[in-house]
T-cell receptor, first 114, second 107 residues
Framework: EPEVTQTPSHQVTQMGQEVILRCVPISNHLYFYWYRQILGQKVEFLVSFYNNEISEKSEIFDDQFSVERPDGSNFTLKIRSTKLEDSAMYFC????????????FGPGTRLTVT | KNEVEQSPQNLTAQEGEFITINCSYSVGISALHWLQQHPGGGIVSLFMLSSGKKKHGRLIATINIQEKHSSLHITASHPRDSAVYICAVRGADGLTFGKGTHLIIQP
């Protein structure tokens, strides 16, 4: 069964460094998403991406964040100048059509900023 | 901004019991998702609803758009159903998630 994959599973970085989290969505899906979940808290929507551009983003998704689909398979989340409060689990998801459609989640990347 | 409330926050039940988890939201939506988060952190989509009722195996989800309320039911619960169940709603400001219901089914 097709699945969303994410790498790395765990990333440790120092405050102020840039990190790139990678995702490979399901191949025939058109919409891609990033979410984050700070330990012990609820999942939060970051951004949705369609047709090579951001379709929606939350207040959390500020200039520190960017997303890109560098080729036909990868979808990346870049966090510039990481802060301690960026430590969280980051989930990628994809769906065949829009944000109301069923979404398939990746296993997540645990980001630890020290 | 949509407020999503789930109840109960925590639920412990015996194997075989009928389980109900509730979700209410404050602003009209176009769709509601029920998700399951396993102890290891992975998230699985269970249902996406915009009206009525859906059934998949032992799981049933209902939504009442007028009352802004949805329920997730588990029949003949089993220890492997132990997980966090999350309600998420699609509104004008993207997907808003509830805090989740932590369910433990004891053998």
């Amino acid at each position: 069964e097709p699945e969303v994959t994410q790498t790395p599973s765990h990333q440790v970085t120092q405050m102020g460094q840039e990190v790139i989290l990678r995702c490979v969505p399901i191949s025939n899906h058109l919409y891609f998403y990033w979410y984050r979940q700070i330990l012990g808290q609820k999942v939060e929507f970051l951004v949705s991406f369609y047709n090579n551009e951001i379709s929606e983003k939350s207040e959390i998704f500020d200039d520190q964040f960017s997303v890109e689909r560098p080729d036909g398979s990868n979808f990346t989340l870049k966090i510039r100048s990481t802060k301690l409060e960026d430590s969280a689990m980051y989930f990628c998801a994809s769906s065949e059509w829009g944000l109301a459609a069923e979404q398939y989640f990746g296993p997540g990347t645990r980001l630890t900023v020290t | 901004k949509n407020e999503v409330e789930q109840s109960p926050q925590n639920l412990t039940a015996q194997e075989g019991e009928f389980i109900t988890i509730n979700c209410s939201y404050s602003v009209g939506i176009s769709a509601l998702h029920w998700l399951q988060q396993h102890p290891g952190g992975g998230i699985v989509s269970l249902f996406m609803l915009s009206s009525g009722k859906k059934k998949h195996g032992r799981l049933i989800a209902t939504i009442n758009i007028q009352e802004k309320h949805s329920s997730l039911h588990i029949t003949a619960s089993h220890p492997r159903d132990s997980a966090v169940y999350i309600c998420a709603v699609r509104g004008a400001d993207g997907l808003t998630f509830g805090k989740g219901t932590h369910l433990i089914i004891q053998p």
